[in-house]
């Protein structure tokens, strides 16, 4: 007979990062890095939206993107502002345990969306002659809702699992937000069903995008290498190198932050990597798809020329 669950747990509180006089200037460059990332992820959204020119299956796999990156980004950067502000805060356990779900929400998302894209690009200049009738405008719908049901169902599977442990105490984080390892070091309780279910989430979200978006670049290469011009091959590689840039930074840090040893890595070290896929990486995917594509620098020269004139 198991015992009634409770919690005892309210409020989660987070250490913050302590950099003494420093603080204010982290706060202003953390703003303005959560204030730049939104605007320019809202650009890529708008541009698209508005231009005809960007209405294709590639930029509107770029705009979930863009969702993805705007929900990452607005649920950890806000608290963590007022973490640097404060050297500390707090919250609640039930917004403790709501950040962590949307944060799982947006990872996995992109995890899928970035598949979407190399099966997208593969078809581009593997299949160029059967693109169009294969990526239609209905099957791009039906593969981007397909990614965030997945990831909804996925991460309502963990997020539930986590209210099932008991925390009864402590209640310190010695992080920046709500992360799922960190939430599993404050339980009382046993942690390995949770942890066991965390490594087999982490095969059909990580695993298996980053092997298909692997073997989707090995043909994409393989298919290049054979264009017989130079200038040729520097065209076909130009439409993927953006979306190749996002995959390396995105699963090279999520990887990194996951799937090393916890043990060999400081706090500090833990945090850095956490930051980079949390506050960096929203921030420069849309840099990266405006600054490499012509197409999106061509339609916003003609936004701002016809919003001028």
């Known amino acids: 007979m198991t015992d009634t669950y409770q919690n005892n747990v309210t409020t989660i509180f987070f250490m913050g990062f302590h950099m003494g006089k420093f603080n204010l200037l982290a706060f202003v460059v953390l703003l303005m890095i959560y204030f730049m990332t939104i605007c320019g992820n809202l650009l890529i959204i708008t541009l698209v939206f508005y231009n005809k020119t960007l209405h294709s299956p590639m930029y509107f796999f770029l705009t979930q993107l863009s969702i993805a990156d705007i929900m990452l980004t607005t649920d950890i950067s806000p608290n963590m502002l007022n973490i640097v502000l404060h050297e500390g805060t707090s919250i609640s356990f039930s917004g403790c345990v709501t950040q962590l779900h949307f944060f799982g929400l947006s990872e996995i998302s992109e995890c899928f969306l970035l598949m979407v894209m190399s099966y997208d690009r593969y078809l581009a200049i593997c299949s160029p002659l059967h693109y169009t009738s294969i990526m239609n405008q209905g099957i791009c719908v039906k593969l ?166």
């Open 144 to 309: 981007v809702c397909v990614s965030w049901i997945l990831s909804c169902c996925v991460e309502l599977i963990l997020t539930l699992s986590i209210y099932q442990l008991q925390f009864c105490g402590p209640n310190t984080v010695d992080h920046f937000f709500c992360d799922l390892n960190a939430l599993m070091n404050l339980s009382c309780s046993d942690v390995s069903m949770v942890k066991m279910e965390a490594i087999l989430v982490c095969i059909p979200v990580v695993v298996l995008p980053f092997f298909l978006i692997a073997v989707s670049y090995t043909y994409i290469v393989l298919t290049i290498l054979k264009i017989p011009s130079f200038s040729g091959r520097l065209k076909a590689f130009s439409t993927c190198s953006s979306h190749l840039t996002v995959v390396c930074i995105f699963f090279g840090t999520l990887m990194a932050i996951y799937m090393l040893p916890n043990e060999g890595q400081s706090q500090m070290l833990s945090r850095i990597v956490s930051m980079l896929y949390t506050v960096i990486t929203p921030l420069l995917n849309p840099f990266i798809y405006s600054l490499r594509n012509k197409d999106i620098k061509l339609a916003l020269r003609s936004t701002y020329k016809s919003r001028r004139y």
